[in-house]
Antibody
Framework: EVQLVESGGGLVQPGGSLKLSCAAS????????MAWVRQAPGKGLEWVSG????????YYTDSVQGRFLISSDTSRNTLYLQMNSLRAEDTALYYC?????????WGQGTMVTVSS | QSVLTQPPSVSGAPGQRVTISCTGS?????????VHWYHQVLGTAPKLVMY???NRPSGVPDRFSGSSSGASASLAITGLQAEDEGDYYC????????????FGGGTKLTVL
């Protein structure tokens, strides 16, 4: 069964950085598109970033462009999201997702809290 | 404010039929981009329940159906069951948004 396990979330001060990881199992990352989708506490879903691992093309929503970087390590079959210059409004549960639109398989998420 | 508009809540008794609407515009649903639907139970990750307007993933019962016309789409659930309760989100692509893949604001389904 396809599985995605996120890690790396936590409490960080405004302006700080975090790197999220998503370990994939039962499929090989490098032939798929992958995404990060977040959900602020009590709010709806927001697409954050995506990557086409065949072409290397990356995509970002406006609010994170220039601050977040999506990448992968195919040897570890792991997807990453490097988050810099974090803001309070980045506080959310971050989901790793297999396939972009539709978002087919979701991990359980890792919580990121940006607060002083 | 979401690019795709959904009613905040719908409800129905067990066995009844409910529909959830998703209204977009000429830059997303109205431009012919596919609509997908997700179901999220409180405290768990979303699950895809309908893709490309009217296709059910394996394992989703045929009580679920989807449609799209013009700039709107809808998800219908017949024979409501307690397990159908939760939040439902529509999702599509928008050619005018820099965050191109957009979600509706979500609809809370309550099974009475």
């Amino acid at each position: 069964e396809v599985q995605l396990v996120e890690s790396g979330g936590g409490l960080v001060q405004p302006g700080g950085s975090l790197k999220l990881s998503c370990a994939a199992s039962e499929f090989t990352l490098n032939t798929y598109t992958m995404a990060w989708v977040r959900q602020a506490p009590g709010k709806g879903l927001e697409w954050v970033s995506g990557i086409n691992l065949s072409s290397g093309n990356t995509y970002y929503t406006d609010s994170v462009q220039g601050r977040f970087l999506i990448s992968s390590d195919t040897s570890r079959n792991t997807l990453y999201l490097q988050m810099n210059s974090l803001r309070a409004e980045d506080t959310a549960l971050y989901y790793c997702v297999k396939n972009i639109s539709p978002f087919k398989v979701w991990g359980q998420g890792t919580m990121v809290t940006v607060s002083s | 404010q979401s690019v795709l508009t959904q009613p905040p809540s719908v409800s129905g008794a067990p066995g009844q039929r409910v529909t959830i609407s998703c209204t977009g515009s000429s830059s997303n649903i109205g431009a012919g981009y596919d609509v997908h639907w997700y179901h999220q139970v409180l405290g768990t990750a979303p699950k895809l329940v309908m893709y490309s307007n009217d296709n059910r993933p394996s394992g989703v019962p045929d009580r679920f159906s989807g449609s799209s016309s013009g700039a709107s789409a809808s998800l219908a659930i017949t024979g409501l069951q307690a397990e159908d309760e939760g939040d439902y989100y529509c999702q599509s692509y928008d050619s005018r948004q820099s965050g191109n893949w957009v979600f509706g604001g979500g609809t809370k389904l309550t099974v009475l």
